[in-house]
């Protein structure tokens, strides 16, 4: 069964920085390309980062261009999300989603962490 | 990116179909088979219920469909059931490597 588990949002000032961690399990993470998705409260979904199977090509929203990290561990089955500088509006619920491996769609999808920035 | 365009509520009753538009423009919807449309209920994740405009994922009821006609795709979900009660969300691939949703339409089943 495949499973994606993050880790390691919460409360953080603005200005402040916050490591997300997605953990996988039940398929072959290092042959997955994967994504964060992130929710703000009451709204609706918006597309943030993507990193493909062996690092090789990422992509991230203008919104957190600069500001925001991906990366992977496929050794560890781990995913990541540095963010700095973070703002208000980064509050929200981030998932970890993967991707199908034939075509760009977001298969499965984990629970998600919120992150809150606020003073 | 601009988010694709949803309407914010739709409504049938049980037995009911209900079609929920989702419109782009030509460097997303209109320019790639690649629509994905997401059921999510409160508080959990967003589930897969179709993808490349028409496909059904293993285990999705068959009364789910996906079609696309120029920057517009739509999802129809037929013989409505309380279960379908959610919020959906509509997906594209973009022209410029990026994903971008749709606003998200709450369904109510009456």
């Known amino acids: 069964e495949v499973q994606l588990v993050e880790s390691g949002g919460g409360l953080v000032q603005p200005g402040g920085s916050l490591r997300l961690s997605c953990a996988a399990s039940?398929?072959?993470?290092?042959?997955?390309?994967m994504h964060w998705v992130r929710q703000a409260p009451g709204k609706g979904l918006e597309w943030v980062s993507y990193i493909s199977s062996s690092s090789s090509t990422i992509y991230y929203a203008d919104s957190v261009k600069g500001r925001f990290t991906i990366s992977r561990d496929n050794a560890k089955n781990s995913l990541y999300l540095q963010m700095n500088s973070l703002r208000a509006e980064d509050t929200a619920v981030y998932y970890c989603?993967?991707?199908?491996?034939?075509?760009?769609?977001?298969?499965?999808w984990g629970q998600g962490t919120l992150v809150t920035v606020s003073s | 990116q601009s988010a694709l365009t949803q309407p914010a509520s739709v409504s049938g009753s049980p037995g009911q179909s209900i079609t929920i538009s989702c419109t782009g423009t030509s460097s997303d919807v209109g320019g790639y088979n690649y629509v994905s449309w997401y059921q999510q209920d409160p508080g959990k994740a967003p589930k897969l219920m179709i993808y490349?405009?028409?496909n059904r994922p293993s285990g999705v009821s068959n009364r789910f469909s996906g079609s696309k006609s120029g920057n517009t795709a739509s999802l129809t979900i037929s013989g409505l059931q309380a279960e379908d009660e959610a919020d959906y969300y509509c997906s594209s691939y973009t022209s410029s490597s990026t994903w971008v949703f749709g606003g998200g339409t709450k369904l109510t089943v009456l």
């Open positions: 039940g398929f072959t993470f290092s042959s997955y390309s």
């Open positions: 490349d405009v028409s």
């Open positions: 989603a993967r991707k199908i491996s034939s075509g760009p769609t977001l298969d499965y």
